[in-house]
């Protein structure tokens, strides 16, 4: 949480066609987003997320595996995922 907010810290990286986003303070380091998809997603780089290594598709199917709801998405066609409420 940001000091003097209940509002957790978000950053997002939009790329074509969707939009990918982090919560630092939720992540637990599964490691499953690094593992799936390390055109897009890369701790050892800087920034760690560059968007234009993946399809949509892709991305979404890689991102629904993190099991902290750390990452999360926002698709040009509607989908979306964020940590449900009062996780």
Avoid: K, Q
């Avoid at 978000?10 to 499953?32: K, L």
């Avoid at 598709?57 to 940590?83: H, K």
């Amino acid at each position: 949480m940001t000091e003097g907010t209940d509002r957790p810290r978000i950053i997002e990286y939009a790329g074509d066609g969707f939009v990918i986003t982090w919560e630092p303070a939720r992540c637990r380091h599964a490691a499953e987003c690094v593992r799936g998809l390390p055109t897009v997603l890369d701790n050892t780089r800087r920034p760690w997320i560059v968007t234009d290594g993946a399809t949509v598709d892709e991305v979404v199917t890689v991102v629904d595996r993190c099991p902290s709801y750390a990452l999360g998405y926002r698709t040009a066609d509607g989908r979306s995922r964020s940590a449900p409420a009062g996780a």
